[in-house]
């Protein structure tokens, strides 16, 4: 709640700035505001991320595999909502954790990528398993926190390599 707030009331003041009437009766901020503004809507934001050449059946393999994984955490949260804890942790185990390599055909893939995309790609399976073990804790003690904190921490890998690197 104070988040949405304070991010309204933030959007509400820049909205409010950009409209100053001081600027508008001034000719050359009102040209200089429409050259930046022109700037800002045409320029695409520049795509940063590192292109990773892989043959072509392995990167539809890839992309099926992170589709399942997108599933998987949706799945993960749901059981998580029902206090299924460790159906979550199964879920997180057998589709994201360390038993998911085989299934991933991590062994074809690795040597493909660079090796900050593979570490990545280990550190996401070590968290998957780590919140497997935190949720299965869930289900005893009752206090789910670690677990989200693992669960978070599995996503901060997916966030990661997305931000770094793409196949093509
Ligand atoms: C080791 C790197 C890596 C990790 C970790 C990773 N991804 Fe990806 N993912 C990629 C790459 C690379 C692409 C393709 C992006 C591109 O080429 O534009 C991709 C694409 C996707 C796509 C789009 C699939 C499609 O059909 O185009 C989804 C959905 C996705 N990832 C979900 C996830 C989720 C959820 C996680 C974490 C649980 C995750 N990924 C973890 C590298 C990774």
């Known amino acids: ?60 393999h890839t992309l099926t595999n992170m589709r399942d994984h997108l599933l998987a955490l949706q799945e993960i949260q749901e059981a998580l909502a029902k206090q299924e804890y460790d159906t979550a942790g199964d879920i997180a185990e057998q589709r994201l954790g360390m038993s998911s390599l085989a299934l991933h055909g991590a062994h074809d893939v690795a040597p493909f990528m660079p090796k900050g995309m593979q570490e990545a790609g280990t550190a996401m399976h070590r968290n998957a398993s780590r919140f ?27 966030v990661a390599c997305h931000a770094g690197y793409r196949v093509q």
């Open 1 to 60: 709640m104070m988040h949405a707030l304070k991010f309204a009331l933030a959007a509400g003041i820049a909205l409010a700035a950009a409209h100053a009437p001081a600027q508008e009766h001034d000719p050359a901020m009102h040209m200089q505001h429409q050259a930046q503004a022109a700037k800002t809507t045409k320029a695409a934001p520049q795509d940063i991320r590192q292109a990773v050449k892989f043959p072509k059946m392995l990167r539809e």
């Open 132 to 158: 497997a073990v935190a949720a299965k804790d869930a289900s005893a003690t009752g206090d789910v926190k670690p677990a989200l904190a693992a669960l978070a921490a599995t996503t901060a890998q997916c």
